[in-house]
């Protein structure tokens, strides 16, 4: 696999030109991950040509003025990364289950799941904790009492019996129906079945508003922040491939659920003034929400089986991330009293 015949050919006599090139050493590191480096590489054939620094600054010098070949570099690269990604796609089921873990793993290493503010939720370290409840409660709930919505899209997308079938019973559970295994898992963890069977998520969440002082305004109250977050990741779901729809619901999400409301639990805690039963929205999501990610996961696996399964798969979730990312920094800096409340 090359590339090297696409490259712009001011990019091509550089390297034809370079006398660096020595054979590869498969366990030497050329960059580590996040690092950030002006080296320019060409693999091939199991060589390893190095640009030249001065060699490197003037030839991506010469794109500024030349458009053209600059389009040409980011184009052949990026049927490079395509050729990657399908040769990756072209093993066994294993690979596919090792590259769905892979996505996972990125997912809860993300900004949006080790941001400052689920830190400061956990730890109590916000300047009023009780506040930043209060706010994160009235917010939160524009964006979260859509899941079904969400979800209901993303049935709508899939082909497979089978996968439509496994996500219809995640739909009747976030509609408070639960079998009774699961009734006894969460009695272990202090969830009483009367706090939660026949009662809506949302509903559920409303609870925890009002447990709050927090009135259960009209979505048309929803702050511009929540709407522009809800309306983009409707627009995911609504307008991109089944796989996109899946990496962003699923990875996304779904994946990182339990991560991401544990701080939330513990800030809870710590107020000391919320009922459980109030607050059961969330150990109803940290205690026993496995299966979700399971049956999501299980799906992916079965989109990752192809490469543009598997770049959509990453496109949604990146996508899911982001977004999360930019509201946990909205209600961060309205946390610490920089955006006014």
């Known amino acids: 696999m090359t590339c090297f015949a696409d490259l712009p050919l001011v990019l091509q006599e550089q390297i034809n030109h370079n006398d660096q090139a020595k054979p590869l050493d498969t366990k030497e590191a050329l960059i580590e991950q996040e690092d950030f480096s002006q080296k320019v590489y060409l693999i091939e054939c199991d060589q390893l040509a190095k640009l030249p620094s001065s060699d490197c600054e003037s030839t991506f010098q010469q794109f500024i003025t030349d458009p053209v070949s600059l389009t040409s570099l980011t184009a052949a690269l990026v049927r490079l990364q395509e050729d990657c990604i399908k040769d990756e796609a072209a093993n066994d089921g294993y690979n596919s289950a090792y590259y769905v873990d892979y996505l996972a793993a990125l997912a809860l290493q993300h900004r949006a799941v080790c941001h400052p503010y689920l830190w400061g939720m956990?730890?109590?370290?916000?300047?009023?904790?009780?506040?930043?409840?209060?706010?994160f409660a009235r917010h939160y709930y524009g964006y979260s009492?859509?899941?079904?919505?969400y979800l209901t899209a993303l049935i709508s997308k899939l082909e497979n019996p089978e996968h439509r079938a496994a996500l219809l019973e995640n739909l009747t559970?976030?509609?408070?129906?639960?079998?009774?295994?699961?009734?006894m898992q969460l009695k272990e963890f202090g969830v009483q079945p009367?706090?939660?069977?026949?009662?809506?998520?949302?509903?559920?969440?409303?609870r925890f508003r009002n447990s709050l002082g927090v009135d259960n305004a009209a979505m048309d109250d929803d702050h511009i922040e929540v709407v522009c977050w809800r309306e983009q990741f409707l627009a995911i779901m609504n307008t991109?491939?089944?796989?996109?729809?899946?990496?962003?619901?699923?990875?996304?999400?779904?994946?990182?659920?339990?991560?991401?409301?544990?701080?939330?639990v513990e800030a809870i805690q710590k107020v000391g003034s919320i009922k459980p039963e109030d607050a059961v929205f969330f150990p109803l999501h940290t205690a026993v929400d496995d299966h979700h990610q399971a049956t999501l996961k299980?799906?992916?696996i079965d989109f990752?089986?192809?490469?543009?399964g598997r770049a959509d798969l990453a496109k949604g979730m990146f996508k899911a991330l982001a977004l999360r990312d930019s509201f946990w920094s909205w209600l961060y800096a309205r946390a610490q009293g920089e955006n006014g409340t």
């Open 194 to 206: 009367e706090w939660i069977v026949g009662i809506p998520h949302p509903v559920l969440f409303k």
């Open 122 to 135: 956990a730890a109590g370290t916000l300047p009023s904790l009780y506040a930043a409840l209060q706010d």
């Open 240 to 264: 991109g491939s089944a796989a996109e729809a899946l990496g962003a619901l699923g990875l996304g999400t779904e994946t990182i659920v339990q991560t991401i409301y544990q701080p939330f």
């Open 304 to 308: 990752a089986a192809t490469p543009a």
């Open 298 to 300: 299980a799906i992916a």
């Open 173 to 183: 559970e976030e509609s408070g129906q639960y079998e009774e295994e699961e009734l």
């Open 145 to 149: 009492a859509h899941f079904p919505r």
